[in-house]
């Protein structure tokens, strides 16, 4: 079980650093969420999970470490705000050069076209 845990999270691992290499925005965002993911898994599975044992402390009695827990819901909520924020900034970044590619504020070709609709004002290098 624990080595089908360790491959799972090498996967998701694995395909969240390939996508995050990709050249376009919907890509890159998909690959922080699958790596946001892996670490919500190996944080919860360095904390020795065990089952069948209370969430609160008893009197002589084994409990479940509830830190895990604490960490892997603080990591969603980091991991959440960290993905809309992202999906903000490609749909800026689209919205003033035209383009979905990573790279694309460089490019002059995505500059002369924002330019030529009309608008007035060219995006900020």
Do not use: K, N
């Not at 845990?5 to 995050?20: D, V």
């Not at 999906?87 to 002059?108: F, M, Y």
């Not at 076209?113 to 608008?119: I, K, L, Q, T, V």
């Amino acid at each position: 079980m624990a080595a089908l845990y360790a491959i799972t999270i090498g996967i998701l691992t694995a395909a969240g650093i390939y996508l995050l290499l990709r050249e376009r925005v919907f890509t890159v965002v998909l690959g922080l969420t699958l790596l946001s993911y892996a670490v919500s898994l190996f944080l919860l599975g360095m904390g020795r999970l065990s089952i069948g044992r209370p969430p609160v402390i008893a009197p002589g009695a084994s409990y479940a470490d509830p830190l895990p827990q604490a960490l892997v819901l603080t990591a969603i909520v980091i991991a959440f705000g960290m993905t809309a924020f992202a999906v903000v900034l490609a749909l800026r970044s689209l919205g003033l050069t035209g383009s979905d590619h990573v790279d694309a504020a460089g490019q002059p070709q995505a500059r002369e076209d924002h330019a030529a609709d009309g608008s007035g004002t060219e995006p900020r290098p």
